[in-house]
């Protein structure tokens, strides 16, 4: 069982940065793939990044990419999202969660989740 619980989201100007961080509980953090998720108001949630379990692979959406970089601290059980030049799109509840696979970009791939925290991005 893992538990996962996010912090770090918050209010932001367009063009301005946040860093998320979600720890885990557990002995086993670094068999399990993090994924971070978003989910605007209306909207299905969606992949955002995801870092196998050394850390050594990471991929993003297209919409994310050059502008957030995901990271892990195995040592500490947390996984990062730094999230820079932010854009009102951006806004959404942010999603930690972690999956047995190598790594994947489907949300139904991911066994555990967090409660996810709330980033919105003011124009």
């Known amino acids: 069982q893992v538990q996962l619980v996010e912090s770090g989201g918050g209010l932001v100007q367009a063009g301005g940065s946040l860093r998320l961080a979600c720890v885990a509980s557990?002995?086993?953090?670094?068999?399990?793939?993090m994924g971070w998720f978003r989910q605007a108001p209306g909207k299905e949630r969606e992949f955002v990044a995801v870092?196998?379990?050394?850390?050594?692979?990471?991929f993003y959406a297209d919409s994310v990419r050059g502008r957030f970089t995901i990271s892990r601290d195995n040592a500490n059980t947390t996984v990062y999202l730094q999230m820079n030049n932010l854009k009102p799109e951006d806004t959404a509840v942010y999603y930690c969660?972690?999956?047995?696979?190598?790594?994947?970009?489907?949300?139904?791939?991911?066994?555990?989740w967090g409660q996810g925290t709330q980033v919105t991005v003011s124009s």
């Open positions: 969660a972690a999956t047995g696979s190598y790594y994947s970009q489907n949300k139904n791939s991911y066994n555990y």
């Open positions: 870092i196998t379990g050394s850390g050594i692979t990471t």
């Open positions: 557990g002995r086993t953090f670094r068999t399990y793939a």
